[in-house]
Each structure stands twice: as C-alpha cells, then as structure tokens.
Antibody, heavy 117, light 112 residues
Framework: VQLEQSGPEVKKPGASVKVSCKAS????????ISWVRQAPGQGLEWMGW????????DFAQKFQGRVTMTTDTSTTTAYMILRSLRFDDTAVFYC???????????WGQGTTVTVSS | QSVLTQPPSVSGAPGQRVTISCTGS?????????VYWYQQLPGTAPKLLIY???NRPSGVPDRFSGSKSGTSASLAITGLQAEDEADYYC????????????FGGGTKLTVL
C-alpha cells in the first residue's frame, strides 16, 4: 500500500497549486483520502477529506472556499487544489489514506509548496 | 491554538517510561470520539501509532500504548529507546465550528 505525491512547487502569492497523490496496493474507492498541512516548524493541520467512492468532501472551516479536492478513480489519483495562495501557505502538504477504523493509516511522502514573490 | 492540548515537550532516559497527554473537551474526546496517535520522526511523514484510543497497527511495538478517559487521552511509551525521539500528535473529531478532525499541537519527545 503506497501513496506517491507530486513534486515540490513554487508559486507566487495569489496563484493556485495542484498537488497529486497516486494510490496503489489497495482498492482506491474503499478508503477516503485526507489532506494535512504542516507549516515549517509547526504542527499538523487537517484540511479535509474526500470519499473517492462518491466524491463527497468535507473541509475544515479554515479552508472552505479556497480548497478543492477531487479524485480520478481511473488512475487512482487524488488531487488537492489550494487557491489564492498566501505567504503563510508555505508548507508541506500530505495526503493520507483515511478510514473511520484506522484513522490516517498510510501517508504520502509530502509535497513542499513554497509561496514566494 | 488547537482544541486538543498536548505538552510541548517531554523527555526521558533510555529504558524509562514516559506519557504524553492529550486534553480535549466535551465537544471532542469527551463526546466519545476516538483518539488516534501519530509519530513523526525528523524529516519524515507522520506514521500511525495508535488507532481507536488503544489499538496498535501491526508492526508497532507493544512498548507503545494508548488510553482514554473522560475528556483526555494518553500515549505511554515504555522502555524508551533513542529511535523514539520524535514528535507525537493526537487526533480526534470535534463538533465545534472550528473543524471536524483536529490534531493536537504536538509533543516533542527527547531521549536524554
């Protein structure tokens, strides 16, 4: 079971970033995908999750209106798009496999997003 | 400020036992929501350590144990080893408007 994330990104303030998370080794539609942000030297911050089976999403209030989460079941890939980037969005973004039983039991390696002018 | 409060740091000598607390409220842990624990070694992605309060995934040593009571939860590590030095995070579900799943602020464990 593995989650492989896309490479590092550098974006300007106001731009959008799209991070991908390729799942393998399990039936993609049977587990959710959560996204977690970690700013430099800071703790983990839950952003939201998506159910690949039906596309339903649930976002932390802080990110509502600025984040989109989608999945492509044909390629078993999840995507997270964060818009209107600010300097304090500079962080490592993780995807993680989610279930109500195990929580976040498999994590991607993380994608570094740097917001810089 | 997270709705789940953890001590910023704990420490212990090799072989000792340490505990990390995770204090919540009636809108999360006290509302009977399960607690999960994650270990993050320096420069790596977090790893699931404990699920549903006290269960260990396969491969996690039995030196790690979790418990929950009332509005708090705890992670205990016995027989402390140098490789246990890491950041530890608790996670639970919260009913308040601040979000749904929430993490504690994290605890840095230093092995002396």
């Amino acid at each position: 079971v593995q989650l492989e994330q896309s490479g590092p990104e550098v974006k300007k303030p106001g731009a959008s970033v799209k991070v991908s998370c390729k799942a393998s080794g399990y039936i993609f539609s049977t587990y959710g995908i959560s996204w977690v942000r970690q700013a430099p030297g800071q703790g983990l911050e839950w952003m939201g999750w998506i159910n690949p089976y039906n596309g339903n999403t649930d976002f932390a209030q802080k990110f509502q209106g600025r984040v989109t989460m989608t999945t492509d079941t044909s390629t078993t890939t999840a995507y997270m798009i964060l818009r209107s980037l600010r300097f304090d969005d500079t962080a490592v973004f993780y995807c993680a496999r989610y279930s109500t039983t195990y929580g976040l039991d498999v994590w991607g390696q993380g994608t570094t997003v740097t917001v810089s002018s | 400020q997270s709705v789940l409060t953890q001590p910023p740091s704990v420490s212990g000598a090799p072989g000792q036992r340490v505990t990390i607390s995770c204090t919540g409220s009636s809108s999360n842990i006290g509302a009977a929501y399960d607690v999960y624990w994650y270990q993050q070694l320096p420069g790596t992605a977090p790893k699931l350590l404990i699920y549903r309060n006290s269960n260990r995934p396969s491969g996690v040593p039995d030196r790690f144990s979790g418990s929950k009571s009332g509005t708090s939860a705890s992670l205990a590590i016995t027989g402390l080893q140098a490789e246990d030095e890491a950041d530890y995070y608790c996670q639970s579900y919260d009913l308040s408007l601040s979000g749904h799943w929430v993490f504690g602020g994290g605890t840095k464990l230093t092995v002396l």
